[in-house]
């Protein structure tokens, strides 16, 4: 019974926008029309789904009744963690965010970063009147290394972390946890969006460059969790000292800060300066991108995969796509090898994706149902 109720519910789950009829789930489902009003009611019952009656409808042209997930059932929160900085977001059953917001956090006093995460997510949950017993994790995406170790280990030089287990980072919140590195969880929410692909890789461009990539739509980590270090490319030998203490790396060259700091600094002031195409921003552009096309080609020749741009410079690069991908192919050899830059515009999917993964998986694991026997 509860399997069957656990299909028809993904079943609901799946078709969320536009809804289903009690007849469309028979029929495509292959059940008779006794079996879904069973499991309904059940559902129903449980707080899971909500039945609503449309006076005309677009499908048939008459009165209707469609039937959806509760969004007020469960609730997920998001996180986003990175340097100087925390996003989080509230998400309701049916993905819709309900609020979002950024706070500032000094990443030397590591110890006061459970109880600053725990008491932020209270915070945001009281403001909502969220009832706990409805609030299903908390999903994480991080600018660090995530590695496969159970429970995983975390390491960003960045944040100032240096091998910590998962719980050091969230034993004070009082909800099931999840980490993801931070483009991993953008890759995911890009592969949501083009299932005729099998391969994708997504670099994240922030304060770090951070990067993920699907093969058979599967995550490849490597044997140490250390495939697509992009940040530590080493791009001009024995060139400028980056954080990690070597020199010459990627990030060195190609971080926010890169364009961000002196005259501009913050993104949006570089980026203004420019469009409007003052001379020192376009200066700064190209050296930016000359380095940057030249990783991004190295990037291509070994997955050889659309390669999707993200983050707060990946974000903005509509604009400059053309001028990036001419230098890129510049670089290679193979006559193949243009149009495979893309653009994540959302700043946010890390997040995003990090809370949709938390309902995902409750949704999908067989847990939504799993009271109904």
């Not at 080609?297 to 509509?318: E, H, K």
Request: aromatic fraction near 8%; charge should be negative.
């Amino acid at each position: 019974m509860r399997q069957t109720a656990n299909l028809i519910f993904q079943h609901i789950y799946r078709n969320m926008e536009k809804g289903v009829t009690r007849q469309e789930l028979a029929l495509q489902l292959d059940m008779s029309l006794p079996t879904i009003g069973t499991h309904l009611k059940l559902l129903a019952e449980q707080g899971l789904i909500v039945e609503i009656t449309e006076e005309k409808s677009r499908r048939t042209g008459r009165r209707s009744n469609l039937i959806y997930p509760n969004p007020a059932c469960r609730y997920s929160v998001g996180l986003e963690v990175r340097k100087d900085s925390v996003k989080f977001l509230l998400m309701d059953f049916r993905q819709h965010v309900l609020d979002r917001f950024t706070r500032s956090f000094d990443f030397t006093d590591q110890e006061a970063l459970p109880g600053f995460l725990a008491g932020t997510i209270e915070e945001l949950l009281e403001a909502h009147y969220i009832p706990r017993d409805r609030v299903l994790g908390v999903g994480t995406a991080i600018t660090a290394i995530v590695t496969k170790d159970v429970p995983p280990l975390i390491h960003a030089y960045i944040l100032n972390i240096d091998r910590w287990q998962q719980e050091r980072i969230t034993r004070a919140i009082p909800y099931p946890c999840t980490l993801r590195q931070i483009a991993a969880a953008a890759l995911f929410a890009n592969l949501q969006q083009v299932p005729e692909k099998d391969s994708l890789t997504y670099v994240w461009i922030g304060e770090v460059l951070a990067a993920a990539t699907a093969f058979q739509r599967g995550v490849y980590w490597g044997d140490h969790s250390l495939c697509m270090e992009i940040n530590h490319f080493c791009m001009v030998p024995g060139g400028r000292l980056h954080n990690c203490g070597k020199r010459g790396c990627l990030g060195a060259y190609c971080s926010a800060d890169q364009l961000s700091e002196g005259p501009y600094g913050s993104l949006d002031r570089f980026f203004a300066a420019l469009e409007a195409g003052e001379p020192a921003a376009v200066v700064r552009w190209e050296q930016y991108t000359d380095i940057l096309a030249q990783a991004l080609n190295n990037l291509y020749l070994v997955v050889d995969c659309a390669i999707v741009l993200g983050g707060p410079v990946g974000s903005r690069l509509t604009p400059f796509l053309g001028g990036l991908q001419r230098k890129a192919s510049a670089f290679n050899p193979n006559d193949n090898a243009t149009g495979y830059l893309q653009v994540d515009t959302c700043d946010d999917s890390a997040i995003l994706s990090a809370a949709q993964d938390v309902i995902h998986q409750y949704v999908f694991s067989g847990q939504a149902a799993a009271d109904e026997d």
